[in-house]
C-alpha cells in the first residue's frame, strides 16, 4: 500500500528557492502585461461624442478642471482664476495689487506699491540723533495730498528717496 504525505507536512515545509523565484517572476510579468494592457484605454475613449461638448471639456470630462479651480480649462491655474491660492503659488503675495492708499495714482502706481510694502526702519544722525520710519503703508496714509496729482507724486519720490539714502548700503 502505498502512503500519501499528508497536508500538514506539505504545508510545513519550506519553499525552495527556485519556487520563490518563478513565482516573484511570474507575478512581475503579469503585473507588468496587466498594466501595459489598461494603459491603452484613455478617458477620452468614454467621452460624449458632441463635437461641441468634447472640444470645450478636451479631456476633462470627469470634473476635474471644477475641483482644481481651472476656470478656462486649459490644464493650469492662472490668478485669476477661482482655484488660485496666494499663500502657496506664484509670488505668495496676497491681496489686492495696489493698495488702498494708492488707489487713483495712475502715473506712478508702482512706486505707491513699492513704498506701500517697505518695511519700518531707523537711522541715526551724525549727532546720534535717532529716527523711527514707520512702515509704507503708514507713510503714504499720511499723505495730506490726494492720489494722482501733482504732489501726492512728489511726496512719493521723497518717500522713495528718503528710504534710498538711508537702507543702501
Known amino acids: 500500500m502505498q502512503r500519501f504525505p499528508r497536508l500538514g507536512r506539505i504545508l510545513a515545509r519550506r519553499p525552495r528557492p527556485a519556487s520563490l523565484l518563478a513565482a516573484g517572476t511570474a507575478v512581475i510579468i503579469l503585473g507588468g502585461l496587466g498594466t501595459i494592457g489598461a494603459s491603452d484605454a484613455t478617458p477620452a475613449d468614454f467621452a460624449p461624442k458632441d463635437d461641441t461638448v468634447t472640444a470645450y471639456n478636451d479631456g476633462w470630462t470627469d470634473g476635474r ?69 514707520a512702515a509704507g503703508r503708514k507713510l503714504l496714509a499720511r499723505i495730506d495730498a490726494v492720489p494722482g496729482t501733482e504732489e501726492f507724486s512728489a511726496a512719493l519720490w521723497a518717500l522713495d528717496a528718503q528710504w534710498f539714502e538711508h537702507n543702501q548700503p
Open 65 to 133: 478642471a471644477d475641483l482644481m479651480g481651472d476656470d478656462n480649462r486649459d490644464g493650469r491655474i492662472d490668478e485669476d482664476e477661482t482655484g488660485w491660492d496666494c499663500a502657496t503659488m506664484g509670488n505668495r503675495e496676497c491681496g489686492p495689487g495696489v493698495p488702498p492708499q494708492c488707489k487713483g495714482e495712475a502715473e506712478f502706481a508702482d512706486l505707491c506699491a513699492t513704498v506701500a510694502k517697505r518695511p519700518a526702519y531707523a537711522w541715526t544722525d551724525d549727532d546720534g540723533t535717532p529716527h523711527t520710519v
